[in-house]
Each structure stands twice: as C-alpha cells, then as structure tokens.
C-alpha cells in the first residue's frame, strides 16, 4: 500500500507538499535509526514522488513562458 499516491500529491497545495516533504524525511531519518527497514523502502518513494511532481511542474513553468 503506498503512502502516497500521486494523486493525492496533485491536490495539495504548494506548502502542503513542503510539509508532507519535511515529514517524511524526518519519518525517514527515525526509521533508519531504528534498523526498521520495512518501510524506509514506502518512504522513499513517497519523498521521490513529490520532488518528481515538484520537478514536472516547474518544467512545466518553464515551458510555458
């Protein structure tokens, strides 16, 4: 089960995702202390998830000037 799923990624707003980001990374770093490694795998993919959204829009950005 994912943690989140792109579409959910492209209702949020722009300081919704910061937020989720700056969560998940620290979800992360607890996680990775503990030696639980069944989810660092979700996390990881959620955290890339956004930054790929964050990415595509900005190219989008681009594009369009």
């Known amino acids: 089960m994912a943690l989140l799923r792109y579409k959910d990624i492209t209702k949020m707003n722009d300081k919704e995702r910061e937020e989720k980001l700056a969560e998940l990374k620290l979800q992360l770093v607890k996680i990775a202390a503990s030696n639980k490694n ?22 989008e950005v681009l594009k369009n000037k």
């Open 38 to 59: 069944g989810k660092t795998k979700e996390i990881k993919r959620a955290v890339s998830r956004i930054l790929t959204f964050k990415t595509s829009q900005k190219k």
